[in-house]
């Protein structure tokens, strides 16, 4: 079993930036994804942005692109997702993911989410 915990959310201005965390533990596999999904009220659940843990690489979802920066420190079993240039549109909760995939229905692991919101 994997636990994920996230955290850093809060309120922010329009503007400005927060960096989120998610504390992995437990059974983790270096060939899976970290994930940072998003879900705000009213929609449904999106992708944000992945890293693999092993190579590093990036991808992000078009909406997000240039402005929000993910990373993962192996050693501390951490992942981070550095939000800058905010938006009201980008409230929502925030979700971390350990998996094997990135399609939302077969997500191996989730956390319990971090609130994240933008006022104008």
């Known amino acids: 079993q994997v636990q994920l915990v996230e955290s850093g959310g809060g309120l922010v201005q329009a503007g400005g930036s927060l960096r989120l965390s998610c504390a992995a533990s437990g059974r983790t596999f270096t060939s899976y994804y970290m994930g940072w999904f998003r879900q705000a009220p009213g929609k449904e659940r999106e992708f944000v942005a992945s890293?693999?843990?092993?190579?590093?690489?990036?991808t992000y979802a078009d909406s997000v692109k240039g402005r929000f920066t993910i990373s993962r420190d192996n050693a501390k079993n951490t992942g981070y997702l550095q939000m800058n240039s905010l938006k009201p549109e980008d409230t929502a909760v925030y979700y971390c993911?350990?998996?094997?995939?990135?399609?939302?229905?077969?997500?191996?692991?989730w956390g319990k989410g971090t609130l994240v919101t933008v006022s104008s």
């Open positions: 993911a350990h998996s094997a995939t990135l399609y939302i229905p077969n997500i191996n692991y």
């Open positions: 890293i693999t843990w092993g190579t590093g690489t990036a």
